[in-house]
């Protein structure tokens, strides 16, 4: 299964079927991330408010 790391932590996500654009929180620091490319995957922290 594809892995990318968390931006914030270096913590290894799996991907899973995750698409483009969708979100998802880091399961190690909490913080909140968008899929912004699915091959090869590449997470990014999204900024709240
Ligand atoms: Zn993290």
Redesign the pocket.
């Known amino acids: 299964m594809a892995v990318s790391e ?1 931006p ?2 270096t ?1 290894h996500i799996p991907v899973g079927n995750l698409q483009e654009g969708d979100t998802i929180k ?1 399961p ?2 909490g ?1 909140l991330l968008k899929l912004v490319r699915a091959f090869p995957p590449i997470f990014e922290e999204v900024q709240e408010g």
């Open positions: 968390c914030a932590c913590y880091c190690d620091c913080v």
